[in-house]
T-cell receptor, first 113, second 113 residues
Framework: EDQVTQSPEALRLQEGESSSLNCSYTVSGLRGLFWYRQDPGKGPEFLFTLYSAGEEKEKERLKATLTKKESFLHITAPKPEDSATYLCAVQAWANTGFQKLVFGTGTRLLVSP | DGGITQSPKYLFRKEGQNVTLSCEQNLNHDAMYWYRQDPGQGLRLIYYSQIVNDFQKGDIAEGYSVSREKKESFPLTVTSAQKNPTAFYLC????????????FGQGTRLTVV
């Protein structure tokens, strides 16, 4: 069964305190791993797509990396406006032959000034 | 501007009533998805459609129905058979193919009164 597990569930950082969020996955035939940011009461906002082990993507204070079993979202010198829930998802083949997106439960990040 | 529009933003349903949530996209995407989000449970897939006039059940389809008569539209009906419909509902669309990201609407919060 395709599965995505994110840790930690919640993370509190001081402004400027760097850290990493983890996304481990088991999927038959990974066709893409995605990171999203979600603010309360809003829809998820796309951040990154990773396709293969060893790949890295960066955007401002965020950097996403991918191995064969997990992905990390590194946050360097975070600011309070980085506070949000970060979601990880994988694109997998359903047994119907269609593609589906499987999401983890997210990491709630709170950055204090 | 291209995007996904969900309506209404808030919806109240009486016991035993069917309600329909609207999702429209002008991104010319082939695939569309409906997710349900509950606190602490992440996004769970209700239904998805990869092409017009075809759709597949996701992990929690019981008590829900969909149609895909037009490429732009993927409405979700929450029927009276859904015993616990209070949740945040998210619609997404993406282009078929490897690694293409999904774009989300802003969500509909459904409450049973």
């Amino acid at each position: 069964e395709d599965q995505v597990t994110q840790s930690p569930e919640a993370l509190r950082l001081q402004e400027g305190e760097s850290s990493s969020l983890n996304c481990s996955y088991t999927v038959s035939g990974l066709r893409g791993l995605f990171w999203y940011r979600q603010d309360p009461g809003k829809g998820p906002e796309f951040l990154f797509t990773l396709y293969s082990a060893g790949e890295e993507k960066e955007k401002e204070r965020l950097k996403a990396t991918l191995t064969k079993k997990e992905s990390f979202l590194h946050i360097t010198a975070p600011k309070p406006e980085d506070s949000a829930t970060y979601l990880c998802a994988v694109q997998a083949w359903a047994n119907t032959g269609f593609q589906k997106l499987v999401f983890g439960t997210g990491t709630r990040l709170l950055v204090s000034p | 501007d291209g995007g996904i529009t969900q309506s209404p933003k808030y919806l109240f349903r009486k016991e035993g009533q069917n309600v329909t949530l609207s999702c429209e996209q002008n991104l010319n995407h082939d695939a569309m998805y409906w997710y349900r989000q509950d606190p602490g449970q992440g996004l769970r897939l209700i239904y998805y459609s990869q092409i017009v006039n075809d759709f597949q059940k996701g992990d929690i389809a019981e008590g829900y129905s969909v149609s895909r008569e037009k490429k732009e539209s993927f409405p979700l009906t929450v029927t009276s058979a859904q015993k616990n419909p209070t949740a945040f509902y998210l619609c997404a669309s993406r282009q078929n193919g490897r690694g293409s990201e999904a774009f989300f609407g802003q969500g509909t919060r459904l409450t049973v009164v």
